[in-house]
């Protein structure tokens, strides 16, 4: 047994000890994932198909009517073919405090910043668990300091950032992974102080009527790395960043208009991001429980080719499907085309629960036309075209 594992389950065990003597309420759920690549793998070592096993349980302790809580969220996963995929962390380990109009939270925490559909460019806080999944949606737990004041239609925050989280990569055996591997036993930073720079966020939050609006500033130690190459490896880089964001969301009727932009900053250049659109809904297709959601778009960045991210000059069209019966079963479709070098992006997402206890979830992921010149970060996962079906049963 490997140190990360080892301390995975001390942590596991130490912790689920103190919540069950704080009598929490506990919940969870364990889960098998199957993968199957339609393609063989470019690299050495890599396979066509490939099994993990999750483990994510939930403790929970709630008093003085609420005003008080302590979260405990461990996760772990076993991976039968990446040793860097089998790994764990602690997804939310922290108490809050309400009193008056005023909240404080401290320890390891998730933090959501966003409301586009196929990036979330404001949505800063935490590291992306690309290990995980690429699409950016699985977050490493931040450790925290947060006083917010509640106001009736809003809030706003500080956050105190103490210790940074490094990305997690895929290593030599890993499928969805860069064509050199990521050295992240070696990674280095602009700011001395490496990961123990203090970082800081603000964000401010209001409604006004059907506008929801965000206003977000963050100081310290970027999230995405640069990759620079050293020798036969890439290594991460992590530079100093000023980064101030916005997201708005205008509701009507059947109608959601979606905008996030961001202006970042380091030492040596800036650039701006946005993405933009809507989501329309029609509601009772077939006077049927069931509702169908259109989703168009737009994402822009300044750095063009240069970016780090494949959403420089891209549209995204997508569906959403929402039987809204007793099994939740609902289905997100989506492509997005780029338009520069006419490179497509397609995937699938669905679920739906069997009884109670049992949830299935299936994926699908699939890369077309890419150019290594135009589009060198998409054309890295040409040949990474998978399926995923995954069985859930909470506790």
């Known amino acids: 047994m490997n140190m990360k594992t080892r301390t995975a389950l001390l942590t596991s065990l130490l912790m689920t000890s103190l919540t069950t003597s704080l009598q929490a309420d506990v919940s969870g759920n364990i889960a098998v ?56 962390d602690i997804r939310q380990l922290d108490t809050t405090i309400a009193t008056g109009d005023w909240e404080y939270q401290a320890g390891i925490s998730k933090v959501f910043w966003g409301v586009t559909e196929s990036q979330h460019l404001v949505d800063i806080i935490n590291q992306t668990d690309s290990v995980e999944n690429i699409d950016g949606e699985d977050k490493l737990g931040q450790p925290m300091l947060r006083v917010s004041r509640i106001f009736d239609e809003g809030s706003i925050g500080l956050y105190v950032l103490p210790y940074f989280r490094e990305r997690t990569f ?61 020798g036969a490896s890439l290594v991460p880089y992590y530079r100093q960043i000023q980064q101030v964001g916005l997201d708005l969301q205008y509701t009507s009727d059947s109608w959601l208009w979606k ?11 800036g650039y701006n991001a946005a993405v933009g659109g809507f989501e329309y809904t029609f509601v009772g297709i077939n006077d049927s429980s069931a509702d169908l959601g259109a989703i168009a778009e737009y994402h822009t960045d300044s750095r063009d080719k240069l970016a780090t ?10 569906a959403r499907f929402t039987l809204n019966d007793a099994q939740s079963t609902e289905l997100l479709a989506g492509t997005v085309f ?33 150019d290594a010149t135009d589009d060198p970060l998409l054309h890295s996962l040409r040949a990474d075209d998978f399926v995923q079906l995954e069985f859930q049963r909470f506790f």
């Open 338 to 370: 780029d338009l520069d070098s006419n490179s497509k992006t397609l995937r699938i997402e669905a679920s739906r629960r069997i009884g109670d206890d049992i949830k299935i979830n299936f994926e699908a992921q699939a890369v077309t036309d890419t």
């Open 170 to 230: 895929a290593g030599a055996s890993g499928r969805l992974r860069t064509p050199l591997v990521v050295d992240t036993d070696n990674p280095r930073f602009e700011s001395s102080d490496d990961e123990r720079h203090i970082d800081y966020a603000l964000r401010w939050n209001h409604t006004f009527d059907a506008v929801d609006l965000g206003l977000s500033y963050f100081d310290g130690t970027s999230r995405e790395p640069e990759l620079q190459q050293v």
């Open 309 to 318: 991210s494949p959403f420089q000059n891209d549209i995204f069209l997508g």
């Open 259 to 269: 905008l996030e932009a961001i202006r970042r900053e380091n030492a040596d250049t």
């Open 33 to 88: 994932e199957g993968r199957y690549f339609s393609h063989n793998g470019l690299y050495p070592l890599q396979e066509n198909s490939n099994v993990s096993i999750s483990l994510q349980p939930e403790f929970r302790k709630r008093w003085d009517n609420d005003r008080k809580s302590f979260t405990f969220i461990p996760f772990y996963r076993w991976d039968n073919n990446d040793d860097e995929r089998s790994h764990g």
